[in-house]
């Protein structure tokens, strides 16, 4: 439950933005606010529904409507058109900019400036949400990037220095050898199923400075150089060095139960999977190791994902601001907010979760190292073991991922990674022809 700011004594209006201000001679303003959890979910409902009167008890000149409706790639357009939107949703990475380019979403400078909130956003995360001018059409909440997880133990026992994980593909590729030859285990895996193959290829192509689709999404661009080279690191891997062991098949759960089960030296995945493989699967934490995505050729970036918060066009100046101390309030509260941070904090070592794992920061620097100062006492990760990700992570450039279609897309490139892994003489030209056509067919739709 979040932090419950201090209590006003007059109740909201039900009046609209343009209502009396019930003796408080400010404005009342109502906006409609999405994303509440269905009947079906009664948990998370009451819990939002809990969110919601805390807000407006701490908030009384604005009054929040509910609805439960959710972004849906599908609908999202017939929604926008006929003005069913709520004032405030959310959205995937994958949407700002092309939300930006079509004028659907609502400019948030001025409201996000005058409340104080730019000066605690990261800046780096922000620019997902920003238009060339750098003005502002979306607020972060939520965010990771992907990098190299790692087995400690198994760079130990290999002879690498655990401090220190591959900053380059050609490292991981000679780690993941040493680590096969020394150890027994693989070196290296990698997710090939359920749409994770394309979503991790995706990933290594960034960091091969190559792109998966063209700025509007219009066609596909993964057949090139970058992407050619990126499959052939893996084939030279898996049959030239054989550092990846027999398993290909490998989906979300499947590898970081693998990884958690010593089998596996390395693999891509954002920090947040410290959760499962530790807590879920049984890995000591001593042994869990991060890194920032390795890159070839020069500093690429890395994939990112997340979610922001939108507000509607018809929003008006007095809406915009109502939105914005919302999603501060909903959203952020832990990050801008003590009290919060710390409830937030106890109750996740009251649970016997993890507490403090490193990430991509929605907030700036300043009030990240605030936030962690917050939840120091009750941080019962290994910090240190997140080093090598934290030192780069932060300013290392993320990368959406594809803006239209994502998953589509990430299906039909599957069996490219699944083909490369598991025939010796796979022909990864062709295969990345033949997977281009696919996905310009369905962008084409």
């Given at each position: 439950m979040p932090f419950l700011l201090a209590a006003c004594s007059s109740a909201p209006s039900s009046g609209g933005a343009a209502g009396a201000g019930s003796g408080t001679g400010q404005q009342q303003v109502t906006i409609t606010v999405g994303d509440r959890p269905t009947?079906?979910?009664?948990?998370?409902?009451?819990?939002?529904?809990?969110?919601?009167?805390?807000?407006?008890?701490?908030?009384?000149?604005?009054?929040?409507?509910p609805v439960e409706t959710v972004w849906d790639a599908t609908t999202f357009q017939a929604q926008a058109a006929g003005g069913q939107l709520p004032d405030v949703l959310t959205v995937p990475f994958t949407e700002p900019q092309g939300l930006i380019a079509r004028k659907q979403v609502a400019d948030l400078t001025k409201a996000i400036k005058d409340d104080g909130l730019m000066d605690q956003l990261n800046p780096n995360v922000l620019k997902i949400a920003q238009d060339q001018s750098g003005n502002v059409y979306a607020v972060p909440n939520a965010a990771y990037?992907?990098?190299?997880?790692?087995?400690?133990?198994?760079?130990?026992?290999?002879?690498?220095?655990?401090?220190?994980?591959?900053?380059?593909?050609?490292?991981?590729?000679?780690?993941?050898?040493?680590?096969?030859?020394?150890?027994?285990?693989?070196?290296?895996?990698?997710?090939?199923?359920?749409?994770?193959?394309?979503?991790?290829?995706?990933?290594?192509?960034?960091?091969?400075?190559?792109?998966?689709?063209?700025?509007?999404?219009?066609?596909?661009?993964?057949?090139?150089?970058?992407?050619?080279?990126?499959?052939?690191?893996?084939?030279?891997?898996?049959?030239?060095?054989?550092?990846?062991?027999?398993?290909?098949?490998?989906?979300?759960?499947?590898?970081?139960?693998?990884?958690?089960?010593?089998?596996?030296?390395?693999?891509?995945?954002?920090?947040?999977?410290?959760?499962?493989?530790?807590?879920?699967?049984?890995?000591?934490?001593?042994?869990?190791?991060?890194?920032?995505?390795?890159?070839?050729?020069?500093?690429?970036?890395?994939?990112?994902?997340?979610?922001?918060?939108?507000?509607?066009?018809?929003?008006?100046?007095?809406?915009?601001a109502a939105a914005i101390k919302w999603i501060k309030f909903a959203y952020l509260n832990k990050y801008v907010n003590q009290d919060a941070a710390v409830a937030s904090a106890k109750s996740g070592v009251a649970a016997k979760q993890p507490v403090g794992v490193p990430g991509l920061p929605v907030v700036g620097a300043d009030q990240d190292a605030t936030y962690q100062g917050w939840i120091k006492p009750y941080v019962n990760v290994p910090l240190e073991n997140f080093a090598p990700y934290t030192k780069v992570a932060a300013d290392q450039k993320i990368i959406p991922e594809p803006p239209v279609k994502a998953q589509e897309v990430y299906a039909a490139l599957d069996p490219v990674v699944q083909t490369v892994l598991g025939n010796e003489k796979a022909d990864i030209p062709a295969l990345l022809t033949k997977a281009a056509g696919t996905v310009n067919a369905k962008l084409g739709r």
């Open positions: 009947s079906s979910d009664p948990a998370n409902r009451a819990q939002y529904d809990q969110k919601v009167a805390d807000f407006q008890k701490a908030n009384p000149t604005i009054t929040l409507k990037s992907i990098g190299l997880i790692y087995n400690r133990d198994l760079f130990t026992k290999a002879g690498l220095d655990p401090n220190k994980p591959p900053a380059t593909w050609d490292e991981v590729r000679a780690a993941a050898k040493q680590i096969a030859q020394k150890t027994g285990q693989a070196g290296y895996a990698q997710m090939t199923t359920n749409n994770t193959g394309g979503w991790m290829f995706t990933t290594q192509t960034y960091a091969y400075g190559g792109t998966i689709e063209s700025d509007d999404g219009s066609k596909a661009t993964f057949d090139d150089a970058p992407s050619k080279a990126a499959l052939q690191t893996l084939h030279d891997m898996k049959w030239t060095d054989k550092s990846m062991g027999q398993a290909v098949l490998y989906d979300y759960d499947g590898i970081q139960k693998a990884f958690a089960a010593g089998k596996i030296g390395m693999y891509m995945g954002a920090p947040d999977m410290y959760r499962a493989i530790v807590v879920t699967n049984g890995l000591k934490p001593a042994s869990f190791g991060i890194g920032p995505m390795p890159q070839q050729g020069g500093d690429h970036g890395t994939l990112t994902g997340g979610s922001v918060q939108i507000v509607s066009t018809a929003a008006d100046d007095a809406q915009k």
